[in-house]
Each structure stands twice: as C-alpha cells, then as structure tokens.
C-alpha cells in the first residue's frame, strides 16, 4: 500500500509540476498498456529460481506527458514535428519472486515520419531510472538478472496514432524494452521485453503540424545561418565497473583455497575529439582517451592479504589509451554519437579486447560547457561501463 501510495504521489507531483505555467500549445498526455513477451537472455528467466518459474510475460503500463515542437525557431523545420517529454512505466512480471516489479522514470524524444489530419507515425527513444528491485544480493544468488536496486531503463518503439477529434488520439504499436546497470555491478544479465503497445492520447489544445516544406521560405535570423566548421570538444568522465575477483585465500589449515567475490571499482578518464560540423546535423572527427581503469588486473593477477584482496600489477598498468572515430547527429542541442574505437596501449593480459565501441548522449548548455552519459561495449553486445562526464566545446562563433 505505501508503494503505491508513493508511486502516485511521483506521478502527481511530476504532471502538475510539469504542466505549471505551461503553454498547453501541443501538449499531450498519453496512458498506454501492453502485455509483453520476456526474451530468455539469461538463467534466471529461464527458470533457474527457487520456484522453476519460467519468467515468459510483463503486463506494463506507461504515462507520458509531450510537447511537440511548435515551428517558432528555425531548427524546429528540421524534424518534422520532433517532440520531447517526460514519463513514468511500471512492470508486473508473471513471476516476480525474487524480481520484483518494477517503477521507472524517464525523459523522451520522438520523431514524425508522417503526418495526415487523422494519422501520423512516430517513433520514440527513452532513457531513465528504474527501481524496486530485488537484487542478486537479496536473493542468495538466484537473480542474477538484476545486480543492483537502480537499474537503468531503455525503451524505443514505433506506433501509429489515429485521431478521433481534435483532442484525443488513439494509438497503437510496439516497444522494445530493456533493464540493466551498465555493469556498474555484476552479474549484468539484464532484461528483454518486447511488447505491444495500444493508448490513448488528450491534447488540450489542437497539435499544430509543421509542414517540412515550409523550410525554404522560413525566415531566418542570420545569427542561425549555418556555416560548415571545425570544433574540439574536451571533458572529463567518471565511471564504475563491477566484476568478479577470483583469488586465493587460506583456509582454517593453512592450504590455499580458490575463492571469488564480486567488486566495484572506480574508473577516470580525459577525453579529447576534433570534429568537422559539415551539415546543421552532422558532425565527423577523430578523438582520442587517456583512462585510468582500476578494475584492470582484478581478475588476471589478484593476491589475498587479510580481509582484503587486491592485485599484482603498477599503476601504470591501470592506464589505457585509445583512439576513436566519432560521428556526432544532433537536434539543437541535444547530440547523440557513435564512436567505434582501438586500444593503442593496455595491459597486456587485461580483459580488454583491441576494439571497443560507445555510444553517447551529450547536452550542450550555454558558454560551451556540456554534460555527457555514454556507455563502452566491446563485442557489439557486452557492457564495460557507463561514463558520466562535464566538458566544454569550442566552436565557430557564428553557427548554429
């Protein structure tokens, strides 16, 4: 009862807070549900817990509140009808023992590939924090899906909405969803939903469409020219990994015994990319890493000392140094970048692969300074760890 009392609470506070003071020009707020299917990625889904209960099913539900872009800036035109918002899901699994059901809040973006008076298609990416979780440590090793009581949540889907006046649309489509922690702690198995999604949609005010084609003939403050140009862009990021220690201890005789545990170690780094900005969206450069990764040589060379354990190797073995390709697609101020990389120095017999690839979202507030989360994977499907990092940007003074 106190769950959701307090879940209700967030959701109340969030909406109003969100909607005071508010121009209601192309505000909607959607209620959408869907009964999904839990792909077995993973031992514990499979039915590998106390019960043998397959985990095959989730009942969720979602509530967002957007705003379309209204066509008073000129970057507005670009995305036909992009628009952004906030929004709060929650999960019930078919078996939640030991899972748990969980709660998450999220920030979104969406995109229009058609519009008509009746019918539009839209597409959305999502990324927030989810919780009430029971974790691998609640559960005597069963849950090794979920690792930690904050979980990340991913979701993007694709849905047609129909209009049935001038308020309200009714729509209907499919999400992928995903949970996990970005190895911020291990076992990472993470989770795999994909749904149907069917919703209904008030807007308060009528949606103003903006019409692409109207580009051309927008007028245009030549302060928002576009200029092709080069930038730099440096910052520092901070980051944890979780793994495996695998080490030897003695036992009450004296003899060594193979023993493991789980760890959390912190992680720094300096970043630095060159990027040629050849269109109002797109950006292309080169960018290099210098990081300091205390989890290198964990499980390799580890050591047993009393009540602790640590590893054999020097500092400096703790450092790597890449280089990394970096394309940049931004909206406004909002970038998303792909950045496939190559180690040029690493521990030789660390676990790092030579190629590793990331994947960011970055902010850019006034005066050049920006915040950026991205998360480095090796293998196009295994996590290394989240970065959360602050930096500044130089650019041309006069481009958008």
Not at 10 to 37: A, D, E, K, P
Not at 93 to 103: D, E, I, R, T, V
Not at 337 to 354: A, F
């Amino acid at each position: 009862m106190i769950k959701k009392v307090f879940i209700l609470g967030i959701i109340v506070f969030i909406f109003v807070f969100s909607l005071r003071g508010q121009n209601l020009n192309n505000i909607g707020i959607s209620l959408t549900g869907g009964y999904g299917w839990v792909a077995p990625i993973n031992d514990f889904v499979r039915g590998i817990n106390p019960d043998n209960e397959k985990i095959k099913s989730m009942t969720n539900f979602s509530l967002r509140l957007t705003k379309q872009v209204d066509g008073s800036e000129y970057w507005h035109y670009l995305y036909n009808g992009f628009y952004y918002g906030a929004g709060l899901f929650h999960g019930q699994f078919n078996y939640s023992k030991h899972l748990g059901n969980p709660f998450a809040v999220y920030g979104l973006i969406g995109f229009n590939f058609f519009n008509t008076k009746v019918f539009s298609l839209k597409s959305e990416l999502a990324l927030g924090v989810s919780g009430i979780w029971q974790t691998y440590s609640d559960n005597y090793r069963y849950n090794v899906a979920v690792s930690s009581p904050v979980e990340t949540y991913i979701h993007a889907d694709l849905e047609g909405y129909f209009s049935i006046n001038q308020h309200w649309q009714v729509n209907l489509g499919a999400s992928f969803i995903h949970f996990s922690n970005g190895n911020l702690r291990q076992p990472n198995k993470g989770i795999n939903i994909l749904t149907p999604a069917l919703g209904v949609t008030y807007i308060p005010q009528q949606i103003v469409h903006i019409n692409r084609k109207l580009l051309e003939n927008n007028p245009r403050d030549t302060k928002e020219m576009f200029k092709p140009h080069w930038q730099s862009q440096y910052n520092i990021y901070f980051a944890q990994k979780g793994m495996y220690v695998f080490y030897e201890k003695p036992d009450n005789s004296g003899a060594m015994q193979e023993d493991t545990a789980r760890g959390v170690y912190p992680i720094v780094g300096l970043q630095a990319r060159c990027l040629r900005k050849f269109a109002i969206n797109h950006a292309l450069g080169l960018g290099f890493d210098l990081t300091y990764n205390e989890s290198i040589g964990k499980n390799e060379e580890t050591y047993y000392y009393p009540n602790n354990y640590k590893d054999n190797i020097s500092k400096s073995q703790h450092l790597t140094f890449s280089t990394f390709l970096s394309y940049e697609y931004n909206i406004h101020r909002l970038s998303f970048m792909l950045e496939p990389g190559i180690y040029i120095y690493r521990y030789k017999d660390s676990y790092l692969p030579q190629v590793f690839e990331r994947i960011n979202i970055r902010y850019q507030f006034n005066y050049g300074i920006f915040a950026q989360l991205g998360i480095r994977a090796y293998d196009f499907r295994k996590a290394d760890y989240l970065e959360f990092g602050l930096g500044y940007r130089f650019k041309h003074k006069n481009s958008l």
